[in-house]
């Protein structure tokens, strides 16, 4: 790479991760003018949908990474009228869920082992988090909805258990951990990035900035 050229920071999640085209240099993404941003996140991304990106990404050579998750419980059904990043949609997708894909989704989500969706979840970060260490890539990373789950019914044991997993398999990433933009208590529909707020945009761009400059050792990490 030129020295003079600007380097390349990947960005992939969900709608948290996106700007939004009508509310232009108000994203976090938009706040980093010294990176060329290559922007493949996408409203409504499952994890899977997230490991997709990101591994296509890489694809592209980025210099750096920034990757923001989301709610273990998104499923993902083939998109037929698209390609590429956008072969598939989730259930937050919901205006383009067929009669039979919204009753998969009722019959999934009432019956699936919510730790074995969060178990995997979790697993999604780790992977995704090694792969970047082993390729000596610098990289900031935001659990948002993985552990900030919109849900008043969740029982104990179930936050429970999202400690336990954030503890054991991400535990050494610590120091790569951006806020949580679900933290923030306010949540809008518009923009898009669902965060209006300059403070936590410019918080979270300034902690990422910061993070992106920390070396990084894979310690011979294994999955």
């Known amino acids: 790479m030129d020295e003079n050229s600007m380097k390349r920071l990947l960005v992939v ?13 108000q994203h976090w993404s938009e706040m980093l003018p010294e990176y060329e941003i290559l922007m493949l996140s996408q409203s409504g991304s ?43 949609y989730s259930n937050k997708h919901e205006w383009q869920l067929s009669t039979d894909e919204k009753l998969a989704v009722d019959y999934y989500q009432a019956t699936v082992c919510q730790e074995m969706l969060l178990f995997k ?55 790569h951990r951006a806020i949580n933009f679900t933290t923030s208590g306010i949540f809008k529909m518009f923009p898009g990035f669902h965060v209006d707020d300059p403070i936590w945009q410019q918080r979270f761009a300034q902690e990422a900035r910061e993070i992106l400059q920390l070396p990084v050792d894979n310690n011979d990490k294994i999955l």
Request: proline share 5%; charged share 25%.
């Open 13 to 25: 999640g969900d709608s948290f991760m996106h700007p939004d085209k009508n509310f232009p240099g």
């Open 46 to 88: 499952s994890n899977g949908m997230i490991a997709w990106q990101f591994f296509q990404g890489l694809e592209l050579k980025p210099d750096a990474v920034v990757l923001g998750f989301t709610m273990p419980d998104r499923i993902e059904f083939k998109n037929h009228n698209t390609k590429d990043l956008d072969k598939w």
């Open 121 to 175: 979840g979790f697993l999604t970060v780790r992977s995704l988090l090694l792969t970047c260490e082993n390729l000596q890539i610098p990289y900031a990373f935001t659990l948002n909805g993985l552990w900030d789950v919109d849900k008043k019914d969740l029982t104990d044991e179930y936050w429970s258990t999202i400690h336990k997993h954030d503890i054991r398999l991400l535990g050494e990433f610590a120091q």
